[in-house]
């Protein structure tokens, strides 16, 4: 069991450490293809804080922002995965913490109607990110219960002679 238990997480954590890997190569002086990709959806992240608490009471630029996004998306997938593998609750942590931050930034299927083709494609991407949340949280749980029932067992008392 404890084989097939490592296998299993070697390949759910291979999709972060091979994107982060990806992400990582690709980086360069301007962030890469997923800074170009992150930079219209901060740009939507703004506009809407702008609408809510106003326009000149919070000032960031989109590009530099972006760039940070990706080397800490690359950070988190990275070392949360590696992490993972090995068994870590924290690893599993980062990765949920990751999933929770991007998801629903990155695929924001309702910006956009039932009926054009990307609302399908982000829905579907969204929802994938949303198992692999439940699987970490699963994760989590289970490693929790088999830690608590670890200390319930006490030590068998010896026997007066």
């Known amino acids: 069991m404890g084989f097939f238990s490592f296998l299993g997480r070697v390949l759910f954590a291979s999709i972060f450490i091979l994107s ?9 002086k301007d962030g ?20 809510n608490i106003g326009k000149n009471n919070l000032y ?13 998306s690359v950070f988190l997938k990275g070392f949360g995965g590696l992490l ?9 942590f980062l990765l949920i913490f990751y999933l929770i931050l991007t998801t629903p930034i990155l695929y924001d299927f309702y910006n956009y109607d039932i009926g054009e083709p990307k609302f399908s494609v982000l829905l ?4 994938q990110c949303v198992a692999f949340l439940g699987a970490l949280l699963f994760f989590q749980g ?3 219960s088999i ?4 200390q319930k067992k006490k030590a068998p008392k010896p026997k007066a002679a």
């Open 20 to 28: 982060a890997w990806q992400m990582f190569n690709e980086f360069g």
């Open 32 to 51: 890469g293809p997923a800074a170009k990709e992150w930079a219209p959806k901060l740009g939507l992240v703004k506009e809407f804080i702008e609408g």
């Open 60 to 72: 960031f630029d989109v590009k530099p922002l972006a760039r940070t996004f990706v080397a800490t």
């Open 84 to 92: 993972f593998v090995l068994g870590s609750s924290f690893g599993a």
């Open 124 to 127: 579907y991407e969204f929802l």
């Open 142 to 144: 289970m490693k929790n």
């Open 147 to 150: 830690l608590r029932k670890q």
